[in-house]
């Protein structure tokens, strides 16, 4: 059917045993077709200085280099889950503060809906770190999917 416009669902991918879980699970359940298209979204956390940390330029070189290799490596192993499946994958890797980054990404992107996992953490840590899903489900411009792996 010429003119169908499939859906952008941008996907929060970090590595983590839960982000994984959230790509799986959009993977499996989402009755994706192929208009659809998987925005896989990595954002490098930026480190910020503190007692001790001399970020010299060579420091800062080899630390760049070992978050472009992590997120490559984030990037390689979410194509992998998304390998079977007849969906359009797009990959990209923004810098920043992982809330806001995933927020700009869906106007950037025009995302339709954002999947996003849950690290499950309790109140006590969530207060002090943040809860980046929360976050998302209180500032996204979409509608949020949070998956959270059974345990």
């Given at each position: 059917?010429?003119?169908?416009?499939?859906?952008?669902?941008?996907?929060a991918v970090d590595g983590s045993e839960q982000s994984r879980y959230a790509l799986k699970w959009a993977v499996d359940n989402l009755h994706l077709s192929?208009?659809?298209t998987l925005?896989?979204?990595?954002?490098?956390?930026?480190?910020?200085?503190?007692?001790?940390?001399?970020?010299?330029?060579?420091?800062?070189?080899?630390?760049?280099?070992?978050?472009?290799?992590?997120?490559e490596d984030v990037m390689k192993k979410s194509?992998?889950?998304?390998?079977e499946s007849q969906v359009k994958v797009e990959e990209k890797i923004l810098s920043?503060?992982?809330?806001?980054?995933l927020c700009e990404a869906v106007k950037k992107f025009e995302a339709d809906f954002l999947v996003i996992g849950s690290h499950g953490y309790g109140i006590i840590k969530r207060a002090v770190v943040g809860s980046v899903s929360d976050?998302?489900?209180?500032?996204?411009?979409?509608?949020?999917?949070?998956?959270?792996?059974?345990h």
């Open positions: 059917m010429e003119g169908v416009k499939g859906r952008r669902i941008l996907v192929s208009s659809d925005v896989l979204c990595h954002v490098e956390s930026i480190p910020v200085g503190g007692p001790g940390l001399v970020l010299t330029p060579q420091v800062a070189v080899a630390l760049q280099k070992y978050m472009d290799r992590v997120a194509r992998e889950l998304c390998s920043g503060d992982a809330r806001d980054g976050y998302c489900a209180h500032h996204a411009e979409c509608p949020i999917l949070i998956v959270k792996k059974p």
